[in-house]
């Protein structure tokens, strides 16, 4: 895995790493809450796109789908035909 983007220069990332490192561990969980967070919306935003007739149930399911897989959803859901 490439831990520099493509659009940041080594400088600049070994910068941010080193802030990085000085937040608590506190702040590093709150921060990695949020990110999920903003990832899980994405991803709704994403499915009410591809899916407007959904409602709030498939559309909670189907965020669950793509973030867990096939085979976990399956075993969560065993009877749901998606």
Known sequence: MKLIPADTTIEAARIQFEILQR?????????AFEMSDY???????GVRLRHPDYD???IKKEV?????GNRLFKQIYPDNEK
């Open 23 to 31: 937040l608590t561990p506190e702040v590093r969980v709150k921060m």
């Open 56 to 58: 709030k149930d498939e």
């Open 39 to 45: 990832l899980r919306s994405i991803v709704e935003a």
């Open 64 to 68: 669950l789908r793509l973030m867990v």
